[in-house]
């Protein structure tokens, strides 16, 4: 009997309607949430003693707890399934944390497995109501392109702050492989003092870049994020000049990233 009722409840969490429902329901509550954390918690939390840093380190908490609850309620509500390897390594002070960018979801993913980071989030989410305030609250950096954005996001760094990166900038298109610009790069050989890789992979791809969150995968996704071994910005740093040592470690970063992903 047990072994009949899986793979029901397996075909079950794949019907596509359902799933089309629990997709939309995830967005809508994810807005909610963002609503919710701005014009709720955040001014509760303010309440509670203890200076700026600790209020930001409670933000910071406040929003990776929601975003891993919102990854719950994606698997729990069959839209997805999710793995991580290796989280414990990830939230070390100075820490630079690089993902590639496969989908909408990922920095939900990662956040939620941080307690207190710092993340370079795209200019765009600071004009979303639904997103302005977590962000802007949590002190995250505006990816503006600017050489002041590259200083502060290395500033984070030596103060001792775990930084989250894509490299890429915006998500991977479809069937190409990641292309790093050189920014990453020179923010971690300004300021990190570890590099820690995190490899992402989402199969059947959904969410990816000009797809609307209507358009879903025939079947469940996958969602795995491994987490990768350190890389020390010192070795690069030792004898080039900034500009020749930031390119040598992007060109690292690439060839890595391909690798790795290759295998996955």
């Known amino acids: 009997m047990d072994l009949a009722a899986a793979p029901l409840s397996a075909r079950r969490r794949d019907f596509y309607p359902w799933r089309l429902v629990a997709t939309g329901l995830s967005f809508l509550f994810f807005g909610i949430g963002g609503l919710l954390l701005r014009l709720v918690w955040f001014p509760l939390l303010s309440l509670l003693p203890g200076g700026p840093l ?9 929003i990776s707890r929601a975003f891993w609850l919102h990854a719950q309620f994606m698997y729990r509500t069959g839209v997805l399934t999710f793995e991580v390897d290796g989280a414990e390594r990830l939230g070390r002070p100075g820490q630079m944390v690089i993902a590639n960018h496969p989908s909408l979801i990922d920095v939900v993913f990662l956040i939620s497995q941080i307690r207190d980071a710092n993340c370079i989030v795209k200019q765009g989410l600071w004009r979303n109501p639904c997103m302005r305030g977590p962000i802007s609250t949590a002190e995250y950096i505006s990816n503006n392109g600017s050489p002041e954005m590259l200083e502060q996001a290395a500033d ?3 103060e001792g702050q775990t930084l989250v990166v894509f490299p890429e900038g915006t998500r991977t298109t479809p069937g190409q ?30 969410l990816t870049k000009a797809e609307p969150w209507y358009s879903i995968p025939y079947r469940r996704t996958q969602v795995r994020l491994r987490v990768g071994a350190d890389i020390d ?6 004898d080039a000049p900034l500009p020749i040592a930031s390119r040598r470690l992007n060109e690292h970063l690439q060839h890595l990233y391909l690798k790795e992903l290759a295998s996955s």
């Open 156 to 158: 984070v760094l030596r």
């Open 233 to 238: 910005p010192a070795t690069f740093n030792a």
């Open 177 to 206: 492989a990641p292309v790093f610009h050189r920014g990453a790069a020179a923010i971690a050989l300004r300021g990190a003092r570890v590099i820690t890789p995190v490899f992402i992979t989402v199969r059947p791809t959904t």
């Open 54 to 62: 600790a209020h930001r380190r409670r933000v910071r908490a406040a």
